[in-house]
């Protein structure tokens, strides 16, 4: 069975610091790139990082540049994102992703996602 499960959300205040933790089971990890995205009520889901776990390139959309930062444990099949200067705009569920191959160009996109974690709750208090 495959299985992408998510850890470490929670409340936090503005400023702080927060690492998320997804674990992958059931497939090839090296084979597919580590995403996350984020979602609030009301809006889609967008791409926040992207990780090539088998050729290390990154992606980050640019309301998190420089403030996140994401990576991967390829032998505990386990992926991160640092999250550093939070900001209430960052409240939100993140959810992490895997899709075959390498980061798209462009940044991660719903689409091209093969499996999902079930997300965890980011709340940032200002």
């Known amino acids: 069975e495959v299985q992408l499960v998510e850890s470490g959300g929670g409340l936090v205040q503005a400023g702080g610091s927060l690492t998320l933790s997804c674990t992958g089971s059931g497939f090839a990890f090296d084979d597919y790139s580590l995403n996350w995205f984020r979602q609030v009520p009301g809006k889609r889901r967008e791409g926040v990082s992207c990780?090539?776990?088998?050729?290390?390139?990154?992606w980050y959309a640019d309301s998190v540049k420089g403030r996140f930062t994401i990576s991967s444990d390829n032998a505990k099949k386990t992926g991160y994102l640092h999250k550093s200067s939070l900001i209430p705009e960052d409240t939100a569920t993140y959810y992490c992703?895997?899709?075959?191959?390498?980061?798209?160009?462009?940044?991660?996109?719903?689409?091209?996602?093969?499996?999902w974690g079930k997300g965890t709750l980011i709340s940032v208090s200002s």
């Open positions: 990780l090539g776990t088998s050729d290390g390139s990154t």
């Open positions: 992703a895997a899709g075959y191959g390498t980061c798209p160009t462009f940044g991660p996109y719903t689409g091209g996602m093969d499996y």
